[in-house]
């Protein structure tokens, strides 16, 4: 149930940071990359709080954070 939860909040703010491009960059925003970009957001999340846990989980490593453009738009990111 954590992971959904976890799923849900990234990819709201993924879309909200979408919007953010469009309304205030006036940039075209592409829904494959707000997908790529909540999953790289869910990835890493997992990677670090199970890095602290101790425990360890093997997924493929998403695409660098440049090649979904994670780093641009509003906000620097939730919490």
Do not use: D
């Not at 999953?39 to 670090?48: G, T």
Request: glycine share 8%; proline share 5%.
């Amino acid at each position: 149930m954590a992971l959904f939860r976890t799923k849900v909040a990234f990819t709201a703010w993924t879309i909200w940071k979408g919007r953010c491009e469009s309304v205030f960059q006036h940039k075209a925003v592409n829904p494959s990359q707000i997908v790529k970009r909540s999953q790289y957001a869910v990835w890493n999340f997992i990677k670090i709080t199970t890095k602290f846990s101790g425990t360890s989980k093997a997924n493929p490593q998403p695409k660098k954070a440049s090649e979904v453009g994670y780093e641009s738009g509003c906000g620097s990111g939730p919490g």
